[in-house]
């Protein structure tokens, strides 16, 4: 179906821009952006005067693999810090994954996504009793909602060589079977240098340099990762890092809470994406770092939180605004655009622009604005005004999936009914 939306007032976060246009879709793509546009024969026409536009949202670190953890029971004793959390959390709850887990936790959390407008998903994976194939079932999950996804397990040498290698082949699988595909692509995934000894870190190096496909990893989200380097291999995470291959163009390097400036601007340099996670960093008390610091290549993720991006850039901007560091008032909007870059390198096409042979991932907000909105406000009415409640229509690839808050070919209920009793099974394997 081709469509033509008429009198849509486009939305730019950086830089922050208003645009009055009317915009083609042929096949997937826009076709066309411009004034006045004429209907063609084959065109749906939609007006969407009044309403806002912009491009889908990317959420650049997550683990969708958490989406059945919102209220299981806590462990108890608490967990005292970083490592005791996933310990007694996170390492548990992976470990009890099943094909059916997994698939229901990336269906679910991919529902939730899009209905936040967020319309790619940069997945970091962990299933250790059940690798092989899990990226499909992930895959699956977000497919099944008609989202894209950049994918990857999380290699770690924490159960064991055997369980490590059933990693390094699971990612390799995937980047390859899906090396041409439009809407998923693979990355080598690791979980954290401190899980991970030179020779598990410097395979991942070589599958990454041999696919051109970059690294996700986990570093410096709390002190233990940067000490773990120090202390047995004598060496800064960074230099760890840049040394065994990971530190290279499209690699994807979540928090980097505990490095320094100058370790900052060495990443940036290579090329690699830094990913701030400001909500998971607060709930974790891991720390913070001046948003400043963060380069071009810097964008936001939720690390397993749902992937609302209007929210995760407000978290982000007031944890700054209450810093001895802060920043400007466009780094967040400006960060979260930063996300359709970095899918652009992986997909080869130009995310995150309403131009011309753009693809057609887009996203119509219902604001009734009470004060006029011009292009040196936008961000304001961004931060303050503008929520992920006011998503109404959400395109991806040229089709529309969510109309008017409802899932188009989902039975939303249905799903998230099924959901609660595969997570009370999960719930209870994991307490076993
Ligand atoms: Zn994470």
Not at 284 to 298: D, F, K, Q
Not at 355 to 372: E, F, G, M, R
């Amino acid at each position: 179906m081709d469509f033509l939306l008429k009198n849509a007032r486009i939305i730019h976060l950086d830089p922050p821009k208003i645009e009055e246009a009317d915009i083609r879709i042929i096949d997937g793509t826009i076709a066309d952006c411009g004034q006045s546009l004429r209907p063609k024969k084959s065109d749906e026409v939609i007006d969407l005067s009044g309403k806002i536009i912009l491009p889908g949202f990317v959420n650049s670190h997550t683990h969708l693999y958490s989406a059945l953890s919102r209220g299981m029971p806590s462990p108890k004793p608490a967990p005292r810090n970083f490592i005791e959390i996933l310990q007694e959390v996170w390492w548990k709850l992976d470990e009890a994954l099943d094909e059916e887990s997994i698939y229901y936790s990336a269906l679910v959390g991919a529902i939730e996504a899009v209905k936040f407008g967020t319309t790619t998903l940069v997945d970091h994976h962990a299933s250790p009793n059940h690798v092989r194939g899990s990226l499909d079932l992930i895959k699956a999950g977000i497919a099944k909602v008609g989202l894209r996804g950049i994918l990857c397990y999380e290699t770690t040498d924490r159960g064991g060589m055997k369980k490590r290698d059933l990693g390094l082949v699971e990612n390799e699988r995937f980047v390859i079977e899906n090396a041409n595909n439009a809407r998923f692509r693979g990355t080598i995934g690791a979980h954290a240098s401190f899980t991970l000894c030179n020779d598990s870190l410097r395979k991942i190096g070589e599958l990454a340099s041999m696919y051109d496909c970059g690294v996700h990893i986990h570093v410096a989200e709390d002190r233990a990762d940067v000490m773990d380097s120090i202390e047995n291999y004598n060496t800064d995470i960074i230099s760890r890092l840049a040394a065994l291959g990971l530190l290279r163009k499209k690699s994807i390097f979540a928090h980097g809470v505990h490095i320094n400036q100058k370790q900052f601007a060495r990443v940036e340099k290579s090329g690699a994406w830094m990913v701030h996670n400001p909500r998971s960093n607060m709930n974790n008390a891991v720390g913070y770092v001046p948003l400043n610091w963060y380069g071009e290549h810097s964008a936001l993720g939720t690390d397993g939180f749902p992937a609302d991006m209007f929210d995760e850039a407000k978290f982000g901007y007031f944890r700054n605004a209450e810093s001895d560091h802060r920043v400007e008032f466009s780094r967040l909007p400006a960060m979260l655009q930063n996300g359709q870059k970095l899918i652009s390198q992986f997909f080869g096409r130009s995310f995150g622009t309403i131009v011309k042979n753009s693809p057609a991932d887009l996203i119509v907000l219902d604001y009734n604005a009470p004060t006029p909105i011009i292009h040196q406000n936008i961000l304001s009415h961004f931060l303050f005004g503008i929520n992920s409640t006011m998503v109404q229509h959400v395109m991806t690839d040229g089709h529309w999936i969510v109309w008017n808050h409802q899932l188009v070919e989902i039975d939303e209920y249905a799903v998230m009914e099924k959901a609660q009793k595969v997570a009370a099974k999960l719930w209870k394997k994991m307490n076993k």
